[in-house]
């Protein structure tokens, strides 16, 4: 099975500031990375597919980015609703694995 | 608007078995792979199984592999998951998503989930 990495497991920041994720697959998977966003409570909501295509919906402050093995999410201002945990997903191989996830909390 | 609404969770006991559903409403279902998904409390995302259009294709992790069964109506418009043989690190929420792409294993929409807990 392909293992999915994320790092930090979690992260503090402040409203406005610019938070980046990195996700890391154990071997090559192209572009077949999807990330997702938690909150306490609630069914995951799909943010980006295929690494950087942002799902319908999904705010521009939304990127993604990477290829092969190694891959960021980007919110580009951090607001109070983005508070949450984020998982990536790998779909190129079976069987689909995902991150452990990071939370992002406020500081 | 896609919907996606699971039911048939609850308390069994180790060994026993239990059916969830998911229907499905906002799209033409029999043109989307479906995926069962779950997460067992305070813990991350586990993809289960996955079931093609048709039925033809069915994917299954090693660890419900035999033990748990996907099936769909699409005249229904309906997915469900058998699980039998349950353990108490079955215990987790579980999610039906709609499948896109070629494998179809990344879920663009997800339903709400269904708490299915197993205990004596």
């Known amino acids: 099975d392909i293992q999915m990495t994320q790092s930090p497991s979690s992260l503090s920041a402040s409203v406005g500031d610019r938070v980046t994720i990195t996700c890391r697959a154990s071997?090559?998977?192209?572009?077949?990375l999807a990330w997702f966003q938690q909150k306490p409570g609630k069914a995951p909501k799909s943010l980006i597919y295929a690494a950087s295509s942002l799902q319908s919906g999904v705010p521009s402050k939304f990127s993604g980015s990477g290829s092969g093995t190694d891959f960021t999410l980007t919110i580009s201002s951090l607001q109070p609703e983005d508070f949450a945990t984020y998982y990536c997903q790998q779909y190129n191989n079976y069987p689909p694995t995902f991150g452990p996830g990071t939370k992002v909390d406020i500081k | 608007e896609v919907q996606l609404v699971e039911s048939g969770g609850g308390l069994v006991k180790p060994g026993g078995s239990l059916r969830l559903s998911c229907a499905a409403s906002g799209f033409i279902f029999s043109n989307y792979i479906m995926n069962w998904v779950r997460q067992a409390p305070g813990k991350g995302l586990e993809w289960l199984s996955s079931?093609?259009?048709?039925?033809?294709?069915?994917f299954y992790a090693d660890s419900v592999k035999g033990r748990f069964t996907i099936s769909r109506d699409n005249a229904k418009n309906s997915l469900y998951l058998q699980m039998n043989s349950l353990r108490a690190d079955d215990t987790a929420v579980y999610y039906c998503?709609?499948?896109?792409?070629?494998?179809?294993?990344?879920?663009?929409?997800w339903g709400q989930g269904t708490l299915v807990t197993v205990s004596s």
């Open positions: 079931i093609s259009t048709g039925s033809n294709y069915i």
């Open positions: 998503t709609r499948g896109l792409g070629s494998s179809g294993w990344y879920g663009d929409y």
């Open positions: 071997q090559g998977i192209s572009n077949y």
